[in-house]
Nanobody, 121 residues
């Protein structure tokens, strides 16, 4: 049973920083990619950043140059470093991991429970 547990959310003033952590119950090498999504009230969940097993990264345009995704395989943890936060970054942030089902083109997605990030102006 794969579990992803996020931590590190909170209330911060605009311009501040946070670090989110996502601890996996299995080796992060079990996944093809891991990433962070966010969902603000009344909006769809959107991809914020992701890192593949080959260390390729991708970011939403709205967070480029402000957020950084990284991973520590020894700790089975993926991080999201949030800098220069803006009120529009307020959302619940979810950790995601996915892995291809062997012998198929299907994938299994795993989600954490989410952590709230609130940025005050």
């Amino acid at each position: 049973q794969v579990q992803l547990v996020e931590s590190g959310g909170g209330l911060v003033q605009a311009g501040g920083s946070l670090r989110l952590s996502c601890l996996a119950s299995v080796s992060i090498f079990s996944f093809n990619a891991m990433g962070w999504y966010r969902q603000a009230p009344g909006k769809q969940r959107e991809l914020v950043a992701a890192v593949t097993s080959g260390d390729a990264t991708t970011y939403a345009d709205s967070v480029k140059d402000r957020f950084t995704i990284s991973r520590d395989s020894a700790k089975n943890t993926v991080y999201l470093h949030l800098n220069n936060l803006k009120p529009e970054d307020t959302a619940v942030y979810y950790c995601n991991a996915w892995a291809l089902v062997p012998g198929t083109i299907r994938r299994n997605d795993y989600w954490g429970q989410g952590t709230q990030v609130t940025v005050s102006s």
